[in-house]
């Protein structure tokens, strides 16, 4: 936009804004999903994309290009719902696989732009994206709403057909409505005894996903992800890249398309613990060799150095590290670890702070490169990702091939985490003891 920008503040201001009002697009999304539903959401969702694209299409000054920026981040907040819809209507044996689809076609848009904006004129780019929120509202109304949603507003006939829909199969489905009415019937319960609904909110299998899903993300921008995911060009150019800004950001696409569609692989195959710890591990590697090429060689010009290349591999090979689990998981399991009673708001809430955690994380990167040299940044990415490891083994729990109601309860009582409930004796055991190999055998 070189001729509506006439400083770098004024472009650094609108970039901000499609981050600032991501948080408020989630807590929208949040209170839609309960009261009109899951489909609802996502077409509604669709909206502000097109607005706020058109806007931008047509602005002639800044003020109009910050406003169409803010309608757009307030559409990409609403979008967290899709984890939601995902899990609601996916059998347990593809949920992980049909969830982290949504950063491969991430990925996907965004290497879709950088190379349109590379070829074309950026006001040419803005129009393909409004009419990509019209193909999207179009298609949403042809598929069907959760039956979860259905049966916890009573509407047990329209969740029985949905699922018959859904599944192809009436014994299926049969079965599946049979544990959906079971957990809203077991929630019924507790609101009785509770004698209040706003008591739902501190049970234990609120609360405990809650602070899961708060230590997971924490730790997730600890990592340092989304710095060197936006910050990818001055992280090369600091390294002593001389590539071109655009080619670098179209590489940088490449590779995270590449990598998604590897992760979603991944979280098929393996459970959700062990991606994370993986994950984990090797962003601790190439952060940690990262920190100690850059500490060793300080002082030292970057092409007078001795394998140059280490510092560009090591983040090359930590955002592949990431998007194997790290960068999905935590986004993925919003939509399974909550209770149906309160799973669309507290998803949309759980979004809320995760956007406000990268937008404070993606602003403070600034005071660290101006206060801290790069390799005691680095030194911090890798500790935060080898905390990851541990919260990973002893404190996340393991989702993958269940059920949302066995997940449900795997919090209920006094339960750690990482033990489910036996449903036929209600003892708990060991999680390992009903996914004998972690590892997807």
């Given at each position: 936009?070189?001729f509506?920008f006439t400083n770098?503040?004024?472009?650094?201001?609108?970039?901000?804004?499609?981050?600032?009002s991501?948080?408020?697009?989630?807590?929208?999304s949040?209170?839609?999903?309960?009261?009109?539903g899951?489909?609802?959401?996502?077409?509604?969702a669709?909206?502000?994309?097109?607005?706020g694209?058109?806007?931008m299409?047509?602005?002639?000054?800044?003020?109009?290009?910050?406003?169409?920026?803010f309608?757009?981040?307030?559409?990409i907040?609403?979008?967290?719902?899709?984890?939601?819809?995902?899990?609601e209507?996916?059998?347990?044996a593809?949920?992980?696989?049909?969830?982290?689809?949504?950063?491969?076609f991430?990925?996907?848009?965004?290497?879709?732009?950088?190379y349109?904006?590379?070829m074309?004129?950026?006001?040419?780019?803005?129009?393909?994206?409004a009419?990509?929120?019209?193909?999207?509202?179009?298609?949403v109304?042809?598929?069907?709403?959760?039956?979860?949603?259905?049966?916890s507003?009573?509407l047990?006939?329209?969740?029985?057909?949905?699922?018959?829909?859904l599944?192809?199969?009436?014994?299926?489905?049969?079965a599946?409505i049979?544990?959906?009415?079971?957990?809203?019937?077991?929630?019924?319960?507790?609101?009785?005894?509770?004698?209040?609904?706003?008591?739902?909110?501190?049970q234990?299998?609120?609360?405990?996903?809650?602070?899961?899903?708060?230590g997971?993300f924490i730790l997730?921008?600890?990592?340092?992800?989304?710095?060197?995911?936006?910050?990818?060009?001055?992280?090369?150019?600091?390294?002593?890249s001389?590539?071109?800004?655009w080619k670098?950001?179209i590489?940088?696409?490449?590779?995270?398309?590449?990598?998604?569609v590897?992760?979603?692989?991944?979280?098929q195959?393996?459970?959700?613990?062990?991606?994370?710890i993986?994950?984990?591990l090797?962003?601790?590697?190439?952060?940690g060799?990262?920190?100690f090429?850059?500490?060793y060689?300080?002082?030292?010009?970057?092409?007078?150095?001795?394998?140059?290349?280490?510092?560009?591999?090591?983040?090359?090979?930590?955002?592949?590290?990431?998007?194997?689990?790290?960068?999905?998981l935590?986004?993925i399991?919003?939509?399974e670890?909550?209770?149906?009673s309160?799973?669309?708001?507290?998803?949309?809430?759980?979004?809320?702070?995760?956007?406000?955690?990268?937008?404070?994380?993606?602003?403070?990167?600034?005071f660290?490169?101006?206060?801290?040299?790069?390799s005691?940044?680095?030194?911090?990415?890798?500790?935060?990702?080898?905390?990851?490891?541990?919260?990973?083994f002893?404190?996340?729990?393991?989702t993958?091939?269940?059920?949302?109601?066995?997940?449900e309860?795997?919090?209920?009582?006094?339960?750690?985490?990482f033990?489910?409930?036996?449903?036929?004796?209600?003892?708990?055991?060991?999680?390992?003891?009903?996914?004998?190999?972690?590892?997807?055998?």
């Amino acid at each position: 936009f070189p001729f509506l920008f006439t400083n770098n503040l004024h472009f650094r201001f609108s970039a901000s804004l499609g981050v600032i009002s991501n948080p408020l697009g989630a807590l929208l999304s949040g209170t839609i999903m309960e009261v009109w539903g899951r489909k609802t959401t996502l077409q509604v969702a669709s909206i502000p994309f097109f607005f706020g694209w058109l806007l931008m299409a047509f602005a002639d000054d800044v003020l109009q290009l910050c406003i169409g920026r803010f309608i757009t981040g307030v559409a990409i907040g609403m979008g967290s719902s899709t984890y939601v819809y995902v899990s609601e209507i996916s059998l347990p044996a593809y949920r992980g696989l049909f969830a982290s689809l949504g950063p491969v076609f991430v990925s996907l848009g965004v290497l879709f732009v950088y190379y349109a904006g590379y070829m074309l004129h950026w006001q040419i780019v803005c129009y393909f994206c409004a009419a990509t929120a019209c193909i999207s509202f179009i298609i949403v109304t042809f598929m069907p709403e959760t039956p979860a949603w259905y049966a916890s507003k009573g509407l047990v006939v329209k969740s029985s057909a949905s699922l018959n829909w859904l599944r192809n199969s009436s014994a299926i489905a049969n079965a599946e409505i049979a544990d959906i009415l079971q957990s809203i019937s077991e929630r019924e319960d507790d609101k009785k005894s509770c004698g209040q609904t706003l008591r739902e909110f501190i049970q234990p299998t609120v609360w405990k996903p809650f602070f899961t899903l708060c230590g997971f993300f924490i730790l997730q921008q600890g990592s340092g992800m989304y710095i060197i995911l936006y910050y990818a060009v001055n992280f090369f150019q600091l390294l002593g890249s001389s590539m071109d800004a655009w080619k670098a950001s179209i590489s940088m696409a490449v590779m995270r398309l590449v990598m998604s569609v590897i992760g979603s692989i991944f979280i098929q195959n393996f459970g959700r613990k062990s991606l994370a710890i993986i994950s984990g591990l090797g962003m601790a590697v190439a952060m940690g060799l990262c920190g100690f090429y850059e500490h060793y060689y300080y002082g030292v010009p970057v092409l007078e150095r001795p394998n140059s290349w280490v510092p560009f591999l090591c983040i090359l090979l930590n955002v592949c590290a990431s998007m194997l689990g790290t960068l999905q998981l935590p986004w993925i399991m919003t939509g399974e670890l909550f209770p149906l009673s309160v799973r669309g708001f507290m998803q949309g809430f759980m979004s809320c702070m995760a956007y406000v955690l990268i937008f404070i994380t993606v602003k403070t990167y600034p005071f660290l490169s101006t206060h801290f040299h790069i390799s005691d940044i680095m030194y911090m990415f890798a500790a935060s990702s080898t905390l990851t490891i541990f919260f990973a083994f002893f404190i996340l729990p393991e989702t993958r091939g269940k059920t949302l109601l066995e997940i449900e309860r795997t919090f209920q009582g006094n339960n750690l985490p990482f033990t489910s409930i036996d449903q036929e004796k209600g003892e708990t055991k060991p999680t390992k003891e009903k996914d004998k190999d972690d590892f997807g055998s």
